[in-house]
T-cell receptor, first 113, second 115 residues
Framework: DAKTTQPNSMESNEEEPVHLPCNHS???????IHWYRQLPSQGPEYVIH???SNVNNRMASLAIAEDRKSSTLILHRATLRDAAVYYC??????????????FGRGTQLTVWP | DTEVTQTPKHLVMGMTNKKSLKCEQH?????MYWYKQKAKKPPELMFV???????INESVPSRFSPECPNSSLLNLHLHALQPEDSALYLC??????????????FGSGTRLTVV
């Protein structure tokens, strides 16, 4: 399975933008890039996903490099409620990997007031 | 209803006990999942059900037995567990296992302690 690499931790101040990087140099053409976050004592929460083009939704934006070997999750204005572990995940729908969502180590985001 | 509901939220069981975890969703999702999460670690996939049939078993020990009685309900039956099985057990659902879905929805989990 293709792997992702994320920094262990990042910090931000409240109301500032946050850019969370993810490297996935072994990504294949059919792998979707997914982001989930997990707040303390909760299950993971879907944030955003994309294939090739940049994506925006009410929670965040996803910027995907042209060669797709890296991506960045952008939180436009961090709030205290955004403090969580953010997981960058590649999801393949080929053969035996169909339906599998494998979590990497994730990035712990700390937001300071 | 846009939630996955897991019960109980907390469970303490002895190594000789038999217990079950329950997961329910009413979003019409046809794929359901069980994950196990140890403290400070990412979730690990255990089982995948697609259209009420088990499609993936990630070499999980037989003391964990999943069941999908209908499209809305997923159970995880536990028997003769070990203390190292203590973890947060997460249930998730998605529209399907293909790429046409919009993300997995996770429950808040059952915190299991085996004594």
């Amino acid at each position: 399975d293709a792997k992702t690499t994320q920094p262990n931790s990042m910090e931000s101040n409240e109301e500032e933008p946050v850019h969370l990087p993810c490297n996935h140099s072994t990504i294949s053409g059919t792998d979707y890039i997914h982001w989930y976050r997990q707040l303390p004592s909760q299950g993971p929460e879907y944030v955003i996903h994309g294939l090739t083009s940049n994506v925006n939704n009410r929670m965040a934006s996803l910027a995907i490099a042209e060669d797709r070997k890296s991506s960045t999750l952008i939180l436009h204005r961090a709030t205290l409620r955004d403090a969580a572990v953010y997981y960058c995940i590649l999801r393949s729908d080929r053969g035996s990997t169909l339906g599998r969502l494998y979590f990497g180590r994730g990035t712990q985001l700390t937001v300071w007031p | 209803d846009t939630e996955v509901t897991q019960t109980p939220k907390h469970l303490v069981m002895g190594m000789t006990n038999k217990k079950s975890l329950k997961c329910e969703q009413h979003m019409g999702h046809r794929a359901m999942y069980w994950y196990k999460q140890k403290a400070k670690k990412p979730p690990e996939l255990m089982f995948v059900y697609s259209y009420e049939k088990l499609s993936i078993n990630e070499s999980v020990p037989s003391r964990f037995s999943p069941e999908c009685p209908n499209s809305s309900l997923l159970n995880l039956h536990l028997h003769a567990l070990q203390p190292e099985d203590s973890a947060l057990y997460l249930c998730a659902s998605s529209q399907g296992t293909g790429t046409s879905y919009y993300g997995y929805t996770f429950g808040s989990g059952t915190r299991l302690t085996v004594v």
